[in-house]
């Protein structure tokens, strides 16, 4: 299956038990909210999963854009993007986990061809406050499914405080040989799923009190489950980058983390420009002003002539159509190329600054945080213009 027909099926799967779709939301959450950018597919519906009614009722599903700055330096694995998007379904005060689980594991191995021999699950064991997870433990015994107990592994919170409950993630071998070892003991497990039994919430002492309803959140992310099943080694191989695997080697002479990061970081740079938002100094416009001076470093690191004025205009429409944006591609060009002259601009001030005899030695952390609070020099930036003058270990 191509990633379009693994929606459908997604989508139709959930359709036929009841699930309503309820359209995916932007990168931009609701106004007062603290979060920079969506993370995830319940971010938006958090009223709900605390107990205002949803208008479109208890069961629901979608696919829904996210960006997470927190994998920013894990990008160029086989994993992790910066902008990717997300199934999820909900259960709003209806079904409960065990029902959540036996639909993802017909999903995954009917629906989606997947051989259960490769699969393991992790479930949430035990802890002082709350006891093991058997409920989910005993369906996946059902399945003839290995389980793994874990605990911090297995609590899923939005953060210190809030809604919270033990989850069951699957996994997909990947390697080579016949399934060994655990999820926990062996990356060649990739996760695939993650099934939140959300049912508590933690109080600011740490205390934990029941939710209004218990509920049951799912996430898998599209690219990578997409790259699983077309047996492709990464997120950057499966057919959503297709064109952007054809069409930037052919512009820049990259290594493949190189390559990998150039490509992440410029369609995740055209998905938030299509959202609205613009490069600045703070805020959700420091996440982007980041991305392209990622991007730039790695371009001018071995010919200052290339730019972000080489990019093809099909690699900008394809990725605003693959993510519903009703942006015209030239206007997302227009703020990529004003802010690579803002970035030529800070080069030249960089290099003016660093000329100084206080940067002819090892650099220390105080030095890099004096480079970007007083002259918004980024570290990446100063370390690929001076990569001589890295940090002493020593020096802090």
Do not use: K
């Amino acid at each position: 299956m191509n990633t379009d027909q693994l929606v459908r099926t997604f989508i139709e799967y959930y359709e036929d038990r009841g699930h309503h779709r309820i359209t995916g939301s932007t990168l931009l959450p609701p106004p007062g909210d603290p979060v920079l950018f969506t993370t995830s597919g319940m971010h938006p519906l958090t009223p709900h999963l605390e107990g205002r009614p949803h208008p479109l009722g208890r069961r629901l599903v979608n696919v829904q854009r996210c960006l997470r700055t927190t994998d920013l330096d894990e990008v160029g694995d086989r994993t992790h993007l910066t902008v990717f998007e997300m199934l999820g379904t909900w259960s709003l005060g209806d079904y409960e986990g065990p029902q959540s689980l036996d639909w993802g594991y017909g999903l995954l191995t009917e629906g989606f061809g997947v051989d259960p021999g490769l699969l393991h699950v992790t479930v949430f064991g035990g802890d002082d406050q709350v006891g093991p997870d058997t409920d989910s433990l005993e369906l996946w015994e059902r399945h003839g499914v290995p389980v793994e107990l874990t605990v911090e592994d297995n609590w899923w919170s939005n953060g210190p405080t809030g809604p919270c409950g033990p989850d069951s993630e699957i996994f997909l071998w990947t390697g080579d040989t016949p399934p060994q070892s655990t999820p926990t003991r062996d990356d060649r497990w990739v996760e695939v799923w993650n099934h939140v039994m959300m049912r508590h919430r933690r109080l600011d002492d740490g205390t934990l009190v029941p939710l209004p309803q218990r509920n049951v959140d799912t996430g898998l992310g599209l690219e990578r489950l997409s790259a699983l099943l077309q047996g492709r080694p990464s997120v950057f191989d499966c057919d959503t980058f297709d064109p952007w695997r054809r069409l930037v080697p052919t512009l820049w002479q990259l290594d493949e983390p190189s390559l990998r990061l150039v490509c992440d970081h410029l369609r995740s740079a055209v998905v938030v420009i299509g959202d609205g938002v613009r490069p600045s100094n703070t805020g959700r416009g420091y996440v982007l002003r980041r991305l392209l001076r990622r991007v730039l470093t790695v371009l001018r690191r071995d010919d200052q002539q290339h730019g972000l004025g080489e990019l093809p205009g099909e690699l900008v429409r394809h990725t605003l159509d693959h993510f519903r944006q009703d942006v015209h591609p030239e206007s997302v060009h227009r703020v990529l190329l004003d802010e690579e002259r803002r970035f030529d601009r800070l080069l030249v001030r960089g290099r003016q600054v660093l000329s100084r005899p206080r940067f002819r030695g090892p650099l220390s952390e105080d030095d890099l945080h004096y480079l970007h609070d007083t002259h918004g020099l980024p570290r990446d930036l100063v370390l690929d213009l001076v990569p001589d003058l890295v940090p002493d270990p020593r020096m802090r």
